[in-house]
Each structure stands twice: as C-alpha cells, then as structure tokens.
C-alpha cells in the first residue's frame, strides 16, 4: 500500500521532532550527570526538605534517582504509598525560570481534578486539559510552559487535534521533562477488551465500569515514543508479571530499557474479612447486615464506608436494600439522602462533582459506586469498603485500598462473595493446576482459599496467582516476610474467622468513635445488643388481578367506578382551564383505573396501594380529593345497601353451610352410637375370671 501526503507529513513532523529533542530538551544542570548515588540521594534530600516536611521513603528516592538519570521507570507500590509525590520532586529538581512540564495521563476525570487542587496548595500551577476548557486562551498558556503539572486523558492526547498540534510544536517539546502513566494497569485491561478476549473472561465484564475504562490506553506507545529522550514513569499498585510483559508490548519499551521498582504491596493495617452470601447478588439483601436503623446510629456517625457493586444497575440495588436497613422509605429515591448515594460512570458531571464534595464535607457517609470510582482517590476519611460478589483479584486490591489511608488510620474491607458461581469453580478440587491461573480461575480462588486473605492478595501482585494451600512454599515465604518486617497480626476472617465473626456480626453498631480500636482488636469493646426475633409477617395475595379493570363491574361497583371518574374530571378541569388542556382527564384516571381502585378498596388496600393504582398524582392534592370522594360514596344509602345485601348473602351462605354440614354428620352419629352400643353389650355378656368368681 503507498503512504499517502498526510502520512508522509506525520512522519516528517516526527523525524524533526526527533531531531530537536537530541539537541534542545531542557535537562538537568550538568552537575547531577557527576554525581554518585549517594551525592544524588543527599542533594535530592536536602531539596525535598525545602518542600516538604516529611522525607522521601527509599522507594520514592529510588524512582527519582532513575529519572534524574533520564531512565524510563515502573513503579510498583501498594495503594497509598504516595507514588504521586515522585513527580513533584523531580519537577522541584529543575530551575522553576525554565518552566519545566511534566504531562500525566489518568484514566479519571474526578482525580485529575483532586490531584490539580493538590498542586495548586502547594503553589504549583497545573490544569487538567479536557474538551470543555481546551480554549484559545489555555493553549497559549500550555504553549507558554505557564502549567507545571498538564493532567489529561489518553483521548485528549490521542484525539484531540489541538493538543496533537501542541504535543509535537518544539516550544512545548522543549519544556516536557517527563510524562507519567497513572494507574498503568489499565493498559493491560484495555489490552482485554482491544484482543476480543474480555468478552469470554467472567472476571472482566462482571466489573462493567472497568472494562469501559480509556480505551485509547492502548495507542499510548506510539505517541508516547514520540517526544525521544523524555523518561516515561509508570504507576500502579496492581500488576501481575504477565500484565507488565503486555503493557511493556503495547508501550514498545524493552524490558532492559525500564527500571522497575518494586515497593511495598501489602498494606497490613487493612483488615480483610470475606463474608458467604446468603442472599442472591441480585437482591443486595447482604447488605442489610451491615447497617441499623436510625433510631440507633444517626447518619452523621457512621463510618465513611464506599459500596462497590460490579454492574451500574446493582449500585441501584445496593442504594435500596439499604436504606431499607436504616428504615428509610423511599430513601433510595433521595438525590439529597443525608445517608446514602450513588456514583457511577453514568452519572452527571455536575452530579459527580456534587457527590464527591458531599462526602469530603460530611454530608452524607456511604456512597455505592462502581470502579469509575475506583482508582487514586486519595480520601483518607475513609474507613471501610464493601465489595459485593466475586471479582479480579487486582481490581478488589485497588477497590479495598480506598481505605486506610493516613497515619494512625486502620481500614477494614468486606467481601460478600457468592459461595456458589454458575460457570466458576466453587471448590480447591475445581483446580487441577493450583499455581497455573486464568483470571477467572483467580476470581475463583479469591472467593474460597482457605489461606490468609493479606497473603493471597499480595502473592496474586507477585506471581500471578492466589494460592489455595496453606502448605505452599510461597505462602511461606511471604508469612516469614512479614514476620521479619513486623507487620500487625493478620485478622482476617481466615486467619482468625471467629473474631471476624464477630465484628461483621457487631458492624451495624461501630461508630466514628469505636471504629478503629475494634477493628484492631481481637475483643470488642462495645456490647452488641441481641437482636429481637422477627415474627414472619403473612402476605396476603392482592385482589387487584393483570386484567382487572378491563371488564365492568357488578351493579353498585360499577357505579362507584363511574362516580370516581366523573368527580376527578370535574377535579381535573379546576386545576387547569379548558384552552390549556393538552390531555382528557380519561388520559390521567379513566375508567379502568377507577375499577381497579374500587375493587382495592374493597380488598383492604392501603393509600399507597390506591395512589399507585390510580396512576400517581398529576395534580396536586389529587389523592387528597380521591380518598375524600371515595368517603363520599360509601356514605351514600345506595352504597349502605350494598353493603347489607352482602352481609344477608354471607349469612345466608354460612347458614346453608351448616344445614349441610349438619345432615352430612348425622348418618355418622347413629353409626357411631350402634357401634358404641353393640361393643358395650360385649363387655357386659363377658364371663368373669377364675380370680373374679373367687
């Protein structure tokens, strides 16, 4: 196939591009290119002193020191480790006149956000570039080299043609010191999606807001290669090694050409506690074990907690089953609810930006969400998260990590897992090569391994798998890793089932006060109140059929049907004048709605039954003026007769039930007493005994 003009001015502009990153990027003074490690550890130290009151961890150090040496770099740390804070001093390295840029790619809007109003408290210029600010006026202040810090999506730098003149003019070139890849992983969950092979992975599509996730994150390489000589970092805190080969493929970076960093990937002040579920997923009733009525904890003293469910429609169900755990009617339906509300992928900008705020200022403590909120958001008021049903291993990683975060702040994460999943495996015998794992084998796993839960976790980060035996040689190793690190005494629910037991049983009634000193104990330090026995209500079958309503009713029935329909018409016109009409009243609450209504009534139904029944309010004090009519007609004689003519027919009925009833006993009696006669003559003609003449 020949180029064609335009292909051949994408590759010039590159080859020159190329050209003037050899010769003009701005780097370094030329006295860092002569000092040793230790000379590079001290001057970076001394500079991050300035900034920062707090010392870079080593492993902080060590990805700075590989970038200062104009290395590409992969980062792997656990969830709350700090990895956002590399490239701030790095950025503090370069003399601030120079106006150096470093450009971020992150998956989320929300976080791209919160990560801008980070930099700006620390006198750090930045802007998070998306099609709605993009202006003129921005662009000249990209150009300019104004924005330290440029925040975007992989679309953004794909597919928008502004930033992609931006990207490759040589004064913007000439400032990009580095480019950073924010959650990395998603290159690899992209790569699922972009092979076809997500579509036949149980654990990919049921985390639906994942799988939808950036899918430009699989062209980066390309348009990343194109500023040469600009270090790359990346970031994540969940990558398996097979998921670093593809990421590396799609990047077309060679392993010997990235320095990987290896951090920390357990986060041992996070307690995990897996829970069988009882009910179905579909119903979310699991959750109503974890929360008590109001009149027991107020909305403002429970602890924050984030909800993941794995599909959109399920963050609706979550909503629901629980608030009506806290006895809230209706609460679900609440935009405003002081409890409870939901964030998804779907969900409005504006109402995103409504949620997130509600929630850092208190205004309501749970948010039921899918992974769109699930990555990097640095909270640290919360304190729990619940994942509901089965999922990848490194998704719930990055889902639980959302919690403990902060000095002195321990976390807890609660797993509901399906104890049976249709086309899974639901026992270890399932498993005929432990150690050799799909990614739904791994799901799978996660839900049943008998083996410490923190262990599992961070060997499924490590190797690839989640173990099922206690006896592995890795578990192992890594329980002895943590004994010589001195990590807290693991109190998940399989290293210790019956004290998590007990604090899952005794959550509904943990406060912002008691959270943390019983989540880290092994005895509670409240008394749970033993819950009442609840009698099982009856349920009693409605009267109000499919196909009610269609037909005419019996006699005064009917009538009362046809009162409703011309007192609400009446009603209808004295809301809205004739020459406004758009509709007939018939439209709103015709005949077979007043039938169905009138046969309720008859049947015992509650208001809400008839209000639901009569097709809702399009009026207000609609209801009002029906349950006021229907009042009306009962009083009437015409009704009153009805009435009586029933209760004789009932009498009526009973009697003739009793006169049969009557005749049919009868004929048994006498038998019963020729029967009763007959035996007793028996007795008496009996001769006596020896014993009895004597």
Request: charged residues 25%; proline residues 5%; positive net charge.
């Amino acid at each position: 196939m020949e180029a064609t003009d335009k292909d051949d001015g994408n590759l010039a502009t590159l080859n020159l591009s190329q050209e003037e990153n050899a010769t003009s990027k701005l780097k370094l003074p030329e006295e860092f290119d002569t000092m040793s490690s230790a000379e590079l550890t001290k001057h970076i130290t001394l500079t991050v002193a300035k900034y920062y009151s707090e010392p870079l961890k080593p492993i902080q150090m060590e990805t700075v020191i590989s970038l200062v040496c104009r290395k590409h770099t992969f980062t792997l740390a656990g969830t709350g480790f700090g990895k956002t804070r590399i490239g701030k001093v790095y950025y503090c390295l370069f003399p601030a006149y120079k106006k150096p840029i470093i450009l971020v790619l992150n998956p989320l809007d929300s976080l791209r956000d919160n990560q801008v109003l980070e930099k700006k408290n620390a006198n750090i210029k930045a802007v998070n570039l998306t099609k709605m600010n993009f202006t003129p006026d921005i662009e000249k202040k990209v150009l300019r080299g104004d924005f330290a810090f440029i925040y975007l999506s992989p679309e953004v730098l794909l597919n928008n043609p502004t930033f992609r003149q931006i990207f490759f003019d040589r004064q913007f070139l000439s400032k990009l010191v580095l480019m950073v890849v924010d959650e990395a992983h998603m290159i690899y969950v992209w790569g699922l999606v972009a092979s076809r092979l997500g579509k036949k992975i149980s654990s990919h599509f049921k985390l639906q807001d994942r799988g939808i996730f950036c899918p430009s994150y699989g062209d980066l390489g390309a348009r990343l290669l194109a500023a040469n000589r600009v270090p790359i970092l990346l970031l994540s805190a969940t990558c398996r090694p097979v998921a670093i080969q593809k990421i590396l493929n799609s990047l077309k970076i060679l392993p010997e050409n990235v320095t990987m960093v290896h951090g920390e990937l357990t986060r041992p002040e996070i307690c995990l506690i897996r829970v069988p579920m009882n009910s179905s997923l579909g119903s979310c009733h699991d959750l109503k074990r974890l929360f008590a009525t109001r009149n027991i904890i107020p909305d403002n003293q429970i602890p924050p907690t984030l909800i993941y469910a794995p599909t959109q429609n399920l963050t609706w169900q979550v909503l629901r089953a629980i608030h009506e755990a806290r006895d809230i009617q209706g609460g679900h339906l609440d935009p405003d609810s002081s409890f409870a509300r939901c964030y998804r992928l779907c969900t409005g900008n504006l109402d995103k930006v409504d949620i997130i705020d509600g929630f850092e200022d208190g205004q309501f403590p749970i948010i039921s969400c899918t992974m769109a909120r699930g990555l990097g958001q640095n909270w640290e008021q919360v304190r729990c998260v619940v994942h509901v049903g089965r999922g990848d291993p490194s998704s719930i990683s990055q889902m639980i990590g959302r919690c403990g975060r902060g000095e002195n702040n321990p976390g807890l994460g609660i797993m509901l897992v399906e104890t049976n999943w249709r086309s899974g495996k639901n026992k270890i015998s399932d498993f005929q090569t432990p150690m050799m794992q799909s990614n739904d084998d791994r799901m799978d796993a996660l839900a049943i391994t008998p083996v410490c839960l923190r262990i599992a976790m961070s060997l499924d980060n490590l190797l690839g798998y989640v173990p099922l035996d206690k006896a592995d040689p890795n578990v192992k190793l890594e329980k002895l890793r943590e004994e010589e690190n001195q990590f807290d005494v693991c109190l998940c629910s399989n290293c210790d089932p019956k004290s998590a037991r007990i604090l899952f049983e005794a959550f509904k009634h943990l406060t912002k006060e008691n959270f943390s000193k019983n989540i880290t104990s092994r005895e509670l330090s409240i008394d749970v109140p033993v819950p009442p026995k609840v009698q099982k209500v009856p349920t009693t079958q409605s009267v109000v059929k499919a196909d009610t309503g269609i037909k005419p009713l019996a006699g005064e029935l009917e009538r009362f049907a046809k009162f409703l329909v011309k007192e609400y018409a009446d009603f209808h016109y004295t809301q809205i004048k004739a020459e406004h009409l758009e509709f007939d009243p018939e439209d709103h609450f015709g005949l077979f709605q007043a039938r169905r209504v009138v046969v309720a009534f008859r049947g015992g139904a509650s208001n809400k039954e008839l209000q639901d029944l009569s097709g809702g309010e399009a009026h207000n004090g609609q209801m009002a003026h029906l349950l006021d009519q229907i009042n009306n007609y009962v009083g009437r004689v015409s009704y009153m007769d009805y009435l009586e003519k029933l209760e004789r027919e009932k009498k009526d009925a009973e009697e003739a039930k009793k006169k049969r009833s009557q005749k049919e006993t009868k004929p048994l009696l006498k038998g019963a007493d020729r029967k009763q006669r007959k035996q007793k003559g028996k007795i008496l003609n009996k001769p006596r005994r020896e014993n009895d003449k004597n």
